[in-house]
């Protein structure tokens, strides 16, 4: 059975949104400071490689395996990202390094709507 195109651009945009999540996580600022020692940031590196491989397993789950529980989850974590991602806007203003975090979001909203739309309704329902 051949994948539908949009499933196969949901998937694509997808990982280029984790991609560019993983470069966010690479490049973050480890100064270390009065309230953050320097093993705070290797436990939020490591809780956000595991994150990122959680969500690369769901989107092989939702494209690959047709689960769509998988993609609801995926809208759930980019409901949750948006979220989160207003609160910072709103406490710090926009800086920098969230123009790779609202691109990251850009491109799951992206792939997230075509994986409903076009080719790609009958997929998902299993």
Not at 19 to 41: C, H, K, N, Y
Not at 50 to 64: E, G, M, P, R, S
């Amino acid at each position: 059975m051949t994948i539908p195109k949009n499933v196969i651009w949901f998937e694509a945009l997808l990982y280029m949104s984790l991609i560019l999540d993983a470069l966010s996580v690479a490049f973050q600022d480890r100064t270390p400071t009065d309230e953050m020692a320097q093993g705070v940031f290797a436990v939020a590196n490591l809780i956000a490689a595991c994150l990122i491989l959680l969500l690369v397993y769901l989107v092989q789950l939702a494209a690959q395996r047709r689960k769509n529980w998988a993609r609801g989850v995926l809208v759930a974590s980019l409901v949750f990202s948006i979220v989160s991602l207003t609160q910072i806007i709103g406490d710090t203003g926009l800086q920098g390094g969230l123009l790779i975090d609202i691109l990251s979001c850009g491109l799951t909203a992206a792939g997230l709507y075509l994986s409903f739309t076009g080719d790609a309704k009958g997929w998902f329902n299993q």
